[in-house]
């Protein structure tokens, strides 16, 4: 009688236990499944002129030069992973997520890009920061649609462009004589160190803050205007030209 | 028989002068044109009135005294001096083809160089700028433009400008409101802190504008922040 009793016992046990490991392991399946993240990897052969032209939605995108006739492109994908379809035309590599997952829910696409030095680059994502570093190009452009911080590190390209929405825009490089400057944010801080031997027209603008800081860079060319909300002017002899727009944030010049 | 013969013919034919051959010839043109058979109706309106009417009907009344006064006034045209001025003046005005190409030549010359002074010193205010340009910065000759109606004053081309930013603002909203409901709280957290910031800045503009409608940097801001606006609107609805 008492061994029937401790069997039925033993028994019960022993399927509470099974039960239990089942919802256990049940959801640790789950959960590694939920925090998966896919990867994609592709190289392509470059020639002498080409162009990266990527519109990812929401990740950050890190572009760096290298000294290899040769683009390399690593993503890794949150889910709901995204379809990502390079395509190698004449002289550019494009990528477009949000053509290729139009109408798709999509998790975060985090790019790691090699490019030649001199290969074009344009990016731009709807959510998400962009750094490009080691260009030396004729074009280097990143746009953030709304949030995100733009890092551009040893830039030596004649056309810059940088503009985003909610976030911080900071660029290290150099001014090229006839070059064109662009950077623009909604709110955020603009920081541009470039060399003192640069030569530039300036119209640097920060209606809200008027806090535009030129550090070594001020000189009898350049002038305030508007109330303080403008600086505009020259430095050197003024070959290149830069552009900077921060209507919510601040402005300030580094000597590199 | 052509239409001249006829009616060369028709007011012997009405008079019953005509041979028979002429006459059956006129009678069949008459059949077969309608201008002609209009021209014998009407000769034939004016034979009637003189048969049915009394002279005294025809004629006006004292009619030697109309005759009279016929004759004075053709006599004084006739005594009337020939008007002096009227030749010379003709042929002051008689140019040769060559002088007439050359004044040609000379307006077209003259207006293509006043055309491009005008365009290279209209140049300086990029047409873009316009916009955001107040009436203080205007020149003589885009005031002066802007007064007789050939021109927008900088304040009827900013409202233009803000009426055409706001209905592609409308356009691309009612496309991001449909797409919405499909993106996830991220993609619409962010999008909602976006729009927030530069509704934020497009109000302050406005305000500012409205106490000072000259402050050139605001209107050229607010001009920025709506094409913010617009854009950040038109890249999410494709999401």
Redesign the interface.
């Known amino acids: 009688m008492i061994w029937i009793v401790k069997n039925r016992i033993g028994q019960a046990a022993l399927a509470k236990t099974t039960i239990l490991l089942s919802v256990v392991f049940f959801l640790c399946a789950f959960a590694v499944d939920t925090s998966a993240q896919r990867s994609f990897s592709r190289t392509y052969p470059t020639g002498q002129d080409i162009r990266l032209q990527l519109m990812n939605r929401t990740g950050t995108v890190t572009v760096e030069g290298w000294n290899r006739p040769e683009i390399s492109i690593r993503a890794s994908m949150d889910a709901p992973t995204a379809n990502i379809v390079p395509q190698s035309l004449s002289g550019m590599i494009l990528i477009n997520l949000v053509r290729d997952n139009k109408g798709r829910d999509v998790g975060n696409v985090n790019f790691l890009i090699r490019v030649p030095y001199n290969a074009k680059v344009d990016i731009e994502t709807k959510i998400g920061n962009l750094i490009v570093s080691n260009v030396s190009s004729g074009l280097v452009r990143a746009y953030i649609s709304s949030e995100g911080d733009i890092t551009l590190t040893n830039i030596a390209s004649s056309a810059v462009s940088a503009e985003n929405g909610l976030g911080d825009i900071f660029f290290d490089g150099e001014i090229q004589e006839e070059g064109n400057y662009r950077f623009s944010s909604m709110r955020g801080n603009i920081n541009l160190r470039i060399p003192f031997t640069s030569s530039f027209k300036l119209v640097a603008t920060a209606p809200s803050t008027r806090s535009i800081s030129l550090g070594e860079f001020a000189n009898s060319n350049m002038s305030f205007v508007g109330d303080g909300r403008r600086v505009s002017g020259r430095f050197g002899s003024g070959s290149a030209t830069l552009t900077v727009t921060n209507q919510r944030g601040s402005i300030g010049f580094i000597r590199r | 028989m052509n239409c001249d013969e006829c009616k060369n013919l028709i007011s012997v034919f009405m008079d019953s002068e005509l041979a028979e051959p002429q006459a059956s010839a006129v009678q069949m043109h008459l059949a077969a044109c309608s201008d002609c058979a209009l021209v014998c109706a009407d000769l034939s309106s004016i034979l009637d009135v003189c048969i049915t009417e009394s002279p005294s009907e025809i004629v006006p009344p004292n009619s030697q005294a109309l005759w009279c006064r016929i004759n004075n006034i053709i006599e004084n045209e006739k005594a009337a001096p020939p008007p002096p001025a009227e030749q010379p003046r003709g042929r002051f005005w008689q140019l040769s083809f060559g002088q007439l190409s050359a004044a040609v030549l000379c307006i077209a010359v003259i207006s293509s160089l006043l055309t491009f002074v005008t365009i290279s010193n209209y140049t300086q205010p990029a047409a873009a700028d316009f916009t955001t340009r107040s009436a203080a910065t205007q020149t003589t000759f885009e005031k002066v433009l802007s007064k007789v109606g050939l021109m927008e004053t900088p304040q009827q081309a900013r409202e233009t400008r803000l009426k055409e930013q706001q209905a592609a603002i409308d356009y691309w909203n009612a496309r991001v409101q449909t797409r919405r409901t499909?993106?996830?709280h991220?993609?619409r957290d962010?999008?909602d802190?976006?729009l927030q910031?530069?509704d934020?800045?497009v109000n302050?503009?406005t305000m500012i504008l409205q106490k000072d409608p000259d402050?050139?940097?605001?209107g050229e801001?607010l001009d920025?922040?709506l094409n913010?606006k617009m854009?950040?609107l038109r890249?999410?609805s494709?999401?």
Do not use: C, G, H, P
């Open positions: 499909q993106w996830n991220i993609t962010a999008f802190r976006n910031a530069i934020e800045s302050d503009y402050d050139e940097l605001s801001m920025t922040v913010d854009n950040l890249d999410f494709d999401l």
